[in-house]
T-cell receptor, first 115, second 114 residues
Framework: AQSVAQPEDQVNVAEGNPLTVKCTYS??????LFWYVQYPNRGLQFLLK??????LVKGSYGFEAEFNKSQTSFHLKKPSALVSDSALYFCAVRDPGGGYNKLIFGAGTRLAVHP | DSGVTQTPKHLITATGQRVTLRCSPR?????VYWYQQSLDQGLQFLIQYYNGEERAKGNILERFSAQQFPDLHSELNLSSLELGDSALYFC?????????????FGEGSWLTVV
């Protein structure tokens, strides 16, 4: 069965410092991986996805993520954090060989960027 | 703005009642998904429709049902409501049901059962 793990409930980082939000996955085949962000009282906003190709994926708002097949990871990164990046971040996976098409989400990681 | 529209944004109702949540997908999207977000269960996939037909079912209770209409809008019906059904219900859509498609989410319908 496919699954996603976000090992950190919360990540704290100072404004201007680099940030990393971790994600690991488990699927039977080659994964399709996604990152979404949820601001308070808002819906989920798509940030980026990995389908195939270059392991480093660039997305919205300066975020990027690196797909690592050997470590089954897809960590979200940003070189310089902003206070406005503070939000709840979700990693998600789809297993194209898994029989049907649902998107499985991790539990979420709360990012707090301090001035 | 994702282009996915959900109504109502907030809803308070009593136990035992029935409510209907409505969703209009992004223009051109044929696939609609429903998710439930709660503190204890996180984001749970409920059901997916593609061009009017049910395509996949997740952790959807028998008291819940959904449909997608010919104009592609979708409704999620929740009946015999219990306190534990209080949650944020998301609708999402994608162009097709191909795994590589991005799924875009609406802002959700907050349901409070009292």
């Amino acid at each position: 069965a496919q699954s996603v793990a976000q090992p950190e409930d919360q990540v704290n980082v100072a404004e201007g410092n680099p940030l990393t939000v971790k994600c690991t996955y488990s699927v039977s085949g080659n994964p399709y991986l996604f990152w979404y962000v949820q601001y308070p009282n808002r819906g989920l906003q798509f940030l980026l996805k990995y389908i195939t190709g270059d392991n480093l994926v660039k997305g919205s708002y300066g975020f990027e993520a690196e797909f690592n097949k050997s470590q089954t990871s897809f960590h979200l990164k940003k070189p310089s954090a902003l206070v406005s990046d503070s939000a709840l971040y979700f990693c998600a996976v789809r297993d194209p060989g898994g029989g049907y098409n649902k998107l499985i989400f991790g539990a979420g990681t709360r990012l707090a960027v301090h001035p | 703005d994702s282009g996915v529209t959900q109504t109502p944004k907030h809803l308070i109702t009593a136990t035992g009642q029935r409510v209907t949540l409505r969703c209009s997908p992004r223009s051109g999207d044929l696939s609609v998904y429903w998710y439930q977000q709660s503190l204890d269960q996180g984001l749970q996939f409920l059901i997916q429709y593609y061009n009017g037909e049910e395509r996949a079912k997740g952790n959807i209770l028998e008291r819940f049902s959904a449909q997608q209409f010919p104009d592609l809008h979708s409704e999620l019906n929740l009946s015999s409501l219990e306190l534990g059904d209080s949650a944020l219900y998301f609708c999402a859509s994608s162009v097709s049901d191909s795994s590589g498609n991005t799924i875009y989410f609406g802002e959700g319908s907050w349901l409070t059962v009292v």
